[in-house]
């Protein structure tokens, strides 16, 4: 039990260092191809790339009719909903504005699990949530935070507060498929399923005539989200909320955002400042009083088939 729920982690926080890069690419990426477009490109070579791995692997591909209307859900709200609101939100406000928003992710986590019932906070992981929001919001106010912007940054704000609570939606949701699906075919269904959703919806932007235009540096940039910000990321998180709570998984994507400025640090020489490490350090104190073992109600262990 000790070795799956420590991979469990050890996949959350890969995933939000993925996540955070991708942030990047996707704000380069969205000034190019149009956001419906990006969606469909991005996650329909994930989709494509988690078909033949189950295939390879001779995975789950048979699901029961009664499951579909759940995996549709998910597939909406993750690969639907979250990518169109995700790139359109990234052409209104800064990378840096944004990440602070979804810090509230575990919050909005923390409420959707209390109200279904589906996990219990204690006193310590609360102090976590509050804890790790207070460090993104440390560094985020070194940085500086453009709030002026009018209608047009609202609504890029009000966007990424949609995509917030998409994120917490699904890991309470995902909890149900858990118990009859592994990790691998959930997030398979989910990824195809909310492309082809997406799809239609795509095609106003001629789509076709989006790929004729690429350049190389955005292919890259789209086989980057695809393979390692699509499939490789919502895999780990998907993973991670089978061994972990909603909320256990959901405040490491506070690290996302953190993750991307040592990048930045280290590989581009920008500066660390001290508040800079006090934030980060705020940050991974919140994501070790959610996730030290103690008497918490934890999500159930949902075993592969």
Do not use: H
């Amino acid at each position: 039990m000790i070795p799956q729920r420590l991979a469990a982690k050890c996949a959350a926080f890969v995933a939000a260092a993925l996540f955070g890069s991708s942030v990047v690419a996707v704000r380069v990426a969205v000034q190019e191809v149009p956001p419906l477009s990006l969606a469909v490109l991005r996650f329909g070579q994930g989709g494509l790339l988690l078909v033949l791995l189950l295939l390879v692997t001779r995975g789950q591909l048979r699901i029961e009719w009664r499951d579909l209307p759940l995996l549709a859900l998910l597939g909406a709200i993750l690969f639907t909903v979250f990518p169109v609101t995700f790139n359109g939100s990234l052409r209104l406000i800064e990378a840096s504005r944004g990440a602070l928003i979804l810090a509230t992710i575990p919050l909005w986590s923390a409420l959707l699990s209390r109200a279904t019932r589906s996990e219990r906070l204690v006193f310590r992981q609360v102090v976590g949530v509050l804890l790790s929001l207070a460090g993104v919001g440390l560094v985020r106010a070194e940085d500086g935070l453009d709030w002026d912007g009018g209608l047009e940054g609202l609504f890029g704000d009000a966007l990424m507060l949609v995509i917030a609570l998409c994120g917490a939606a699904y890991g309470v949701l995902a909890q149900r498929a858990f118990a009859r699906y592994n990790a691998l075919s959930v997030i398979t269904f989910a990824m195809v399923l909310g492309t082809l959703l997406l799809l239609l919806a795509a095609l106003v932007e001629d789509p076709v005539g989006v790929i004729q235009r690429l350049d190389g540096r955005t292919v890259a940039l789209l086989v980057f989200l695809g393979v390692f910000g699509g499939v490789l990321a919502f895999f780990l998180w998907t993973f991670a909320l089978t061994r972990l709570t909603p909320t256990q998984v959901a405040v490491y994507i506070n690290l996302s955002p953190l993750v991307a400025a040592v990048l930045g640090a280290a590989l581009l020489a920008e500066r660390l400042t001290i508040i800079f490490t006090v934030g980060f350090g705020a940050v991974l104190l919140g994501v070790l009083l959610v996730n030290w073992p103690g008497r918490t109600a934890t999500a159930p262990t949902f075993q592969s088939r």
